[in-house]
Nanobody
């Protein structure tokens, strides 16, 4: 029943910032682990970040560590991805996903750990 809808993507210059939102409707995602993934043309889907159901624990891919911040507001059923210091290599279609997998597990850093996905929001970073 749960649906995830991403928003906030767009075109930004290198060094700029964007804040992506992942809003849940229907069944609440408050007890779900949430992950952000991205996929560029011709590339495999890549893990970006994950956050525990409580919002107290996070994990990031090395490629975005120190630049991106994942957070969640369970009262609003929304997860955010704040992206700073954007680089052209960050250009991709960004997806949020929900699953019951423990955030700290290896599965939570893979598509295998999630069974509900949004439709994606495009992020394009120009050089």
């Amino acid at each position: 029943q749960v649906q995830l809808v991403e928003s906030g993507g767009g075109l930004v210059q290198a060094g700029g910032s964007l804040r992506l939102s992942c809003a849940a409707s229907g069944r609440t995602t408050s007890t779900y682990t949430i992950g952000w993934f991205r996929q560029a043309p011709g590339k495999e889907r890549e893990f970006v970040a994950t956050i525990s159901w409580s919002g107290g624990s996070t994990y990031y891919a090395d490629s975005v560590k120190g630049r991106f911040t994942i957070s969640r507001d369970n009262a609003k059923n929304t997860v955010y991805l704040q992206m700073n210091s954007l680089k052209p290599e960050d250009t991709a279609l960004y997806y949020c996903a929900a699953g019951r997998t423990y955030y700290g597990s290896s599965a939570a850093r893979s598509s295998e750990g999630y069974d509900r996905w949004g439709q994606g929001t495009q992020v394009t970073v120009s050089s």
